[in-house]
């Protein structure tokens, strides 16, 4: 059941990723000459940066941004956030016990962070280049820093969980053998 759910979420989540990444985020940075969508702007950004960002686009792109991006940035979110919780708690050994549960949860707060990065960059879409304050980037830039690392510290949990699967998986198979 877990393992379904999880091949379900991922697939989904990879599929809105694919759309984003393919399409509406390049057509947002095409719109703005070259710039990054706050988005993908995982070190963050200040407050001249989001004047810039907004200054360069027109308002077919912020609705674009606001109508299109933001509404496949609904649904990934809670997708990835499963997906990689489901994967990290599959992925560890079963003698871990309780700790499973606990070591897994470390891709929770990714849902929360990028739904509250979404609200302002939404707010600072509406706002404009003229209309924003330092205090509501910095707050948007600091959900969208905390979703980047925490998804970034997920993604190589799971990867680092998938590499020591492979290793374990490669030396039941040569019986503890070196293959050097």
Known sequence: MLRAL?????????VIYI????????????AAGGLVPFDMRPFGYTLADAKTFLAAIDPETTKFYRDVQLTLDLFYPALITISLFL????????HFGAWRW???????PIAPLDYLEN???GVMLTSGPEKI?????????????????????S???LFALLLWWLVRRIQRRTGGKSTH
């Not at 759309?19 to 095409?30: F, R």
């Not at 606990?102 to 929770?108: E, M, S």
């Open 6 to 14: 999880f091949w379900t979420c991922f697939a989904v989540a990879t």
């Open 19 to 30: 759309i984003m990444v393919g399409w509406s985020l390049p057509a947002i940075t095409e």
């Open 87 to 94: 994967g990290i708690y599959l992925m560890l050994p079963l």
């Open 102 to 108: 606990g070591i897994a949860a470390l891709p929770l």
């Open 119 to 121: 609200n302002l960059i």
């Open 133 to 153: 304050s330092a205090d509501l980037v910095s707050v948007a830039s600091r959900w969208t820093v905390l979703k980047s690392g925490f998804t970034t510290a």
């Open 155 to 157: 993604m190589l949990l």
